[in-house]
Protein backbone atom coordinates (compact mmCIF):
# COMPACT_ATOMS: atom_id res chain seq x y z
CA UNK A 1 0.00 0.00 0.00
CA UNK A 2 2.68 2.59 0.95
CA UNK A 3 5.09 3.64 -1.86
CA UNK A 4 8.24 2.59 -1.61
CA UNK A 5 11.19 5.29 -0.57
CA UNK A 6 14.31 3.35 -0.89
CA UNK A 7 17.15 2.32 1.73
CA UNK A 8 19.05 5.20 2.81
CA UNK A 9 21.70 3.51 5.37
CA UNK A 10 23.52 0.57 4.73
CA UNK A 11 22.12 -2.85 5.63
CA UNK A 12 23.32 -3.89 8.95
CA UNK A 13 24.47 -7.46 8.34
CA UNK A 14 25.31 -8.63 11.74
CA UNK A 15 21.78 -7.61 12.93
CA UNK A 16 20.29 -9.23 10.00
CA UNK A 17 22.56 -12.56 10.77
CA UNK A 18 21.61 -12.82 14.68
CA UNK A 19 17.72 -12.57 13.16
CA UNK A 20 18.44 -15.52 10.78
CA UNK A 21 19.37 -17.03 14.06
CA UNK A 22 16.73 -16.66 15.82
CA UNK A 23 14.30 -17.52 13.50
CA UNK A 24 16.13 -20.75 12.50
CA UNK A 25 16.04 -21.84 15.91
CA UNK A 26 11.88 -20.91 16.53
CA UNK A 27 11.41 -23.07 13.74
CA UNK A 28 13.52 -26.63 15.02
CA UNK A 29 11.93 -29.21 16.01
CA UNK A 30 11.50 -29.34 19.75
CA UNK A 31 12.93 -26.06 19.87
CA UNK A 32 16.83 -27.09 20.46
CA UNK A 33 19.41 -27.00 17.55
CA UNK A 34 23.58 -27.50 17.30
CA UNK A 35 25.77 -24.98 16.18
CA UNK A 36 26.17 -27.64 13.16
CA UNK A 37 22.56 -27.73 12.25
CA UNK A 38 22.22 -23.53 12.55
CA UNK A 39 25.44 -23.75 9.98
CA UNK A 40 23.61 -25.47 7.67
CA UNK A 41 20.23 -24.10 7.62
CA UNK A 42 21.40 -20.54 7.55
CA UNK A 43 24.32 -21.06 5.30
CA UNK A 44 26.50 -18.92 8.37
CA UNK A 45 30.23 -20.21 8.85
CA UNK A 46 29.80 -22.09 12.42
CA UNK A 47 32.35 -19.19 13.64
CA UNK A 48 30.12 -16.87 12.90
CA UNK A 49 27.32 -18.82 14.11
CA UNK A 50 28.86 -19.38 17.42
CA UNK A 51 29.59 -15.81 17.67
CA UNK A 52 26.45 -14.56 16.97
CA UNK A 53 24.87 -17.13 19.46
CA UNK A 54 27.00 -15.85 22.59
CA UNK A 55 26.35 -12.63 21.84
CA UNK A 56 22.29 -13.40 21.97
CA UNK A 57 23.24 -15.58 25.31
CA UNK A 58 24.53 -12.58 26.87
CA UNK A 59 22.13 -10.69 25.81
CA UNK A 60 19.09 -13.15 27.63
CA UNK A 61 17.43 -14.16 24.21
CA UNK A 62 19.11 -17.64 23.84
CA UNK A 63 20.45 -19.78 26.39
CA UNK A 64 22.53 -23.33 25.90
CA UNK A 65 22.44 -26.92 27.11
CA UNK A 66 25.93 -27.62 28.83
CA UNK A 67 25.08 -31.39 28.42
CA UNK A 68 25.02 -31.37 24.30
CA UNK A 69 25.68 -27.91 23.43
CA UNK A 70 22.75 -27.58 22.04
CA UNK A 71 20.83 -23.94 22.24
CA UNK A 72 16.83 -22.71 22.44
CA UNK A 73 14.89 -19.67 22.43
CA UNK A 74 14.89 -18.43 26.07
CA UNK A 75 11.96 -16.45 28.15
CA UNK A 76 12.91 -12.82 27.49
CA UNK A 77 12.87 -13.53 23.78
CA UNK A 78 8.69 -13.27 24.70
CA UNK A 79 9.21 -9.35 25.25
CA UNK A 80 9.72 -8.91 21.91
CA UNK A 81 6.25 -9.19 21.36
CA UNK A 82 4.50 -7.91 24.45
CA UNK A 83 3.48 -4.70 22.93
CA UNK A 84 2.41 -6.17 19.29
CA UNK A 85 -1.26 -7.31 20.28
CA UNK A 86 -3.70 -8.73 17.64
CA UNK A 87 -4.51 -5.40 16.29
CA UNK A 88 -0.98 -5.36 14.89
CA UNK A 89 -1.18 -8.47 13.33
CA UNK A 90 -4.41 -7.75 11.48
CA UNK A 91 -2.92 -4.16 10.79
CA UNK A 92 0.20 -6.14 9.21
CA UNK A 93 -1.92 -8.93 7.37
CA UNK A 94 -4.14 -6.17 5.88
CA UNK A 95 -2.01 -3.63 4.74
CA UNK A 96 -1.19 -4.98 1.37
CA UNK A 97 -4.66 -5.83 0.77
CA UNK A 98 -6.25 -2.54 1.63
CA UNK A 99 -3.74 -1.02 -1.26
CA UNK A 100 -5.34 -4.10 -3.66
CA UNK A 101 -8.82 -2.83 -2.59
CA UNK A 102 -7.91 0.63 -3.36
CA UNK A 103 -6.80 -0.09 -7.10
CA UNK A 104 -10.06 -1.60 -7.66
CA UNK A 105 -12.60 1.23 -5.82
CA UNK A 106 -10.16 4.17 -6.31
CA UNK A 107 -12.71 5.46 -3.03
CA UNK A 108 -10.67 5.42 0.34
CA UNK A 109 -10.70 2.16 2.88
CA UNK A 110 -10.17 2.23 6.51
CA UNK A 111 -9.68 -0.61 8.54
CA UNK A 112 -11.09 -0.13 12.02
CA UNK A 113 -11.22 -1.93 15.23
CA UNK A 114 -13.17 -1.46 18.51
CA UNK A 115 -11.39 0.51 20.87
CA UNK A 116 -13.14 1.65 24.22
CA UNK A 117 -16.63 3.14 22.79
CA UNK A 118 -15.11 3.48 19.30
CA UNK A 119 -13.90 2.53 16.11
CA UNK A 120 -10.00 3.41 15.56
CA UNK A 121 -8.66 3.43 12.54
CA UNK A 122 -5.69 1.76 12.39
CA UNK A 123 -4.70 1.27 8.79
CA UNK A 124 -6.23 3.73 5.62
CA UNK A 125 -5.79 3.98 2.11
CA UNK A 126 -6.93 7.86 2.32
CA UNK A 127 -3.59 9.12 1.61
CA UNK A 128 -3.27 7.34 -1.24
CA UNK A 129 -6.51 8.00 -2.66
CA UNK A 130 -7.24 10.57 -5.51
CA UNK A 131 -10.65 10.85 -4.30
CA UNK A 132 -10.13 11.16 -0.79
CA UNK A 133 -11.39 13.90 1.31
CA UNK A 134 -9.63 13.64 4.69
CA UNK A 135 -5.70 12.57 4.16
CA UNK A 136 -5.56 12.45 8.33
CA UNK A 137 -8.13 9.35 9.26
CA UNK A 138 -4.90 7.39 10.76
CA UNK A 139 -6.15 6.76 14.26
CA UNK A 140 -9.15 8.56 13.87
CA UNK A 141 -12.11 7.63 16.25
CA UNK A 142 -15.43 6.74 14.48
CA UNK A 143 -18.94 6.64 16.69
CA UNK A 144 -20.05 3.19 16.76
CA UNK A 145 -24.29 3.56 15.92
CA UNK A 146 -23.53 6.08 13.39
CA UNK A 147 -20.61 4.80 11.30
CA UNK A 148 -20.77 2.32 9.02
CA UNK A 149 -17.75 0.22 10.86
CA UNK A 150 -19.43 1.21 14.22
CA UNK A 151 -22.25 -0.42 12.91
CA UNK A 152 -20.83 -3.68 11.46
CA UNK A 153 -18.94 -4.39 15.01
CA UNK A 154 -21.74 -3.88 17.13
CA UNK A 155 -23.68 -6.34 14.73
CA UNK A 156 -21.61 -9.35 14.50
CA UNK A 157 -19.50 -8.80 17.32
CA UNK A 158 -20.51 -11.39 20.53
CA UNK A 159 -23.79 -10.91 22.72
CA UNK A 160 -22.18 -9.83 26.18
CA UNK A 161 -19.39 -7.68 24.32
CA UNK A 162 -22.22 -5.64 22.20
CA UNK A 163 -24.00 -5.43 25.54
CA UNK A 164 -21.58 -4.05 27.53
CA UNK A 165 -20.70 -1.48 24.26
CA UNK A 166 -24.29 -0.45 24.45
CA UNK A 167 -24.66 0.06 28.24
CA UNK A 168 -20.54 1.98 27.95
CA UNK A 169 -22.39 4.17 25.08
CA UNK A 170 -25.86 4.97 27.26
CA UNK A 171 -23.49 6.38 29.91
CA UNK A 172 -22.66 9.36 28.04
CA UNK A 173 -24.82 12.46 27.04
CA UNK A 174 -23.77 12.82 23.30
CA UNK A 175 -26.07 12.17 20.43
CA UNK A 176 -25.24 8.15 20.62
CA UNK A 177 -26.59 7.59 24.29
CA UNK A 178 -29.48 8.94 23.14
CA UNK A 179 -29.67 6.16 20.15
CA UNK A 180 -28.10 3.64 22.68
CA UNK A 181 -31.42 4.14 25.24
CA UNK A 182 -33.83 3.51 22.36
CA UNK A 183 -32.82 -0.69 22.20
CA UNK A 184 -35.94 -1.44 20.17
CA UNK A 185 -34.35 0.89 17.44
CA UNK A 186 -30.89 -0.15 17.99
CA UNK A 187 -31.80 -3.83 17.33
CA UNK A 188 -33.63 -3.23 14.10
CA UNK A 189 -30.91 -1.30 12.91
CA UNK A 190 -28.03 -4.45 14.18
CA UNK A 191 -30.96 -7.09 12.98
CA UNK A 192 -31.10 -5.44 8.95
CA UNK A 193 -27.03 -4.88 9.15
CA UNK A 194 -26.94 -8.93 9.97
CA UNK A 195 -29.81 -10.24 7.01
CA UNK A 196 -27.48 -7.51 4.67
CA UNK A 197 -23.73 -8.93 5.45
CA UNK A 198 -22.84 -5.66 5.46
CA UNK A 199 -23.53 -2.31 7.31
CA UNK A 200 -24.81 1.33 5.83
CA UNK A 201 -23.92 4.74 6.84
CA UNK A 202 -26.25 7.12 4.63
CA UNK A 203 -24.53 10.32 5.83
CA UNK A 204 -26.07 9.93 9.27
CA UNK A 205 -22.93 10.85 11.08
CA UNK A 206 -23.55 14.71 11.68
CA UNK A 207 -19.92 15.27 11.37
CA UNK A 208 -19.77 13.74 7.74
CA UNK A 209 -23.20 14.13 6.17
CA UNK A 210 -21.91 14.53 3.13
CA UNK A 211 -20.32 11.12 3.13
CA UNK A 212 -21.55 7.78 2.52
CA UNK A 213 -19.93 4.76 3.48
CA UNK A 214 -19.70 0.37 3.84
CA UNK A 215 -18.01 -1.78 5.88
CA UNK A 216 -18.21 -5.78 6.35
CA UNK A 217 -16.36 -7.31 9.33
CA UNK A 218 -13.38 -9.42 9.37
CA UNK A 219 -14.05 -12.75 11.23
CA UNK A 220 -11.11 -15.09 12.43
CA UNK A 221 -12.24 -18.20 15.24
CA UNK A 222 -15.60 -17.27 15.62
CA UNK A 223 -14.94 -13.71 16.74
CA UNK A 224 -15.11 -9.88 15.07
CA UNK A 225 -11.24 -8.45 14.56
CA UNK A 226 -11.86 -5.67 12.63
CA UNK A 227 -14.18 -4.08 9.68
CA UNK A 228 -12.83 -2.78 6.24
CA UNK A 229 -15.21 0.12 4.73
CA UNK A 230 -15.04 2.16 1.79
CA UNK A 231 -15.89 5.63 2.10
CA UNK A 232 -17.63 8.20 -0.76
CA UNK A 233 -19.31 11.29 -1.39
CA UNK A 234 -23.13 10.39 -1.73
CA UNK A 235 -23.52 12.95 -4.38
CA UNK A 236 -20.76 10.95 -6.24
CA UNK A 237 -21.97 7.56 -5.94
CA UNK A 238 -25.72 6.13 -4.26
CA UNK A 239 -26.10 3.81 -2.31
CA UNK A 240 -27.49 1.25 -3.86
CA UNK A 241 -24.68 1.71 -6.61
CA UNK A 242 -22.01 1.09 -4.05
CA UNK A 243 -23.88 -1.72 -2.68
CA UNK A 244 -23.76 -3.67 -5.95
CA UNK A 245 -20.14 -2.42 -6.89
CA UNK A 246 -18.10 -2.24 -3.81
CA UNK A 247 -19.79 -4.96 -1.22
CA UNK A 248 -18.35 -7.91 -3.64
CA UNK A 249 -14.84 -6.12 -3.59
CA UNK A 250 -14.92 -6.05 -0.02
CA UNK A 251 -16.47 -9.32 0.43
CA UNK A 252 -13.06 -10.78 -1.24
CA UNK A 253 -10.64 -8.44 0.20
CA UNK A 254 -11.64 -9.65 3.76
CA UNK A 255 -11.69 -13.53 2.82
CA UNK A 256 -8.11 -12.98 1.36
CA UNK A 257 -7.30 -11.07 4.67
CA UNK A 258 -9.10 -14.00 6.92
CA UNK A 259 -7.13 -16.72 4.68
CA UNK A 260 -4.50 -14.84 5.83
CA UNK A 261 -4.89 -15.02 9.54
CA UNK A 262 -5.52 -18.43 9.56
CA UNK A 263 -2.20 -19.29 7.33
CA UNK A 264 -0.31 -17.30 10.30
CA UNK A 265 -2.39 -19.50 12.60
CA UNK A 266 -3.14 -15.87 14.75
CA UNK A 267 -5.47 -16.38 18.06
CA UNK A 268 -7.57 -13.61 18.42
CA UNK A 269 -8.21 -11.53 21.82
CA UNK A 270 -12.41 -11.15 21.66
CA UNK A 271 -12.66 -7.42 21.85
CA UNK A 272 -8.94 -6.83 20.69
Known amino acids: MRPSTGATYRHVQGLSRGLTILHAINRSPGGWISI????AQTGLHRTTVRRMLETLQAEGYVRRSASDDTYRLNQKIRQLSDGFTDDEWISEVAN????ELLQKL???SDLCTIDGDSMLVRETTHR???LSFNRTMIRQRL????TSAGRAYLAFCGDEERRQLLQLLMAGKDEQASFAHNPALVERMLDKVRQQGYAINDGEWNQQTRIGALAVPIRHHEHILATINVVFLKKAVSISDAVSKYVPELNAAVGKIQRLLEARDISPTPGG
Open 36 to 39: AELS
Open 96 to 99: PVLG
Open 106 to 108: VWP
Open 128 to 130: FSP
Open 143 to 146: PLLF
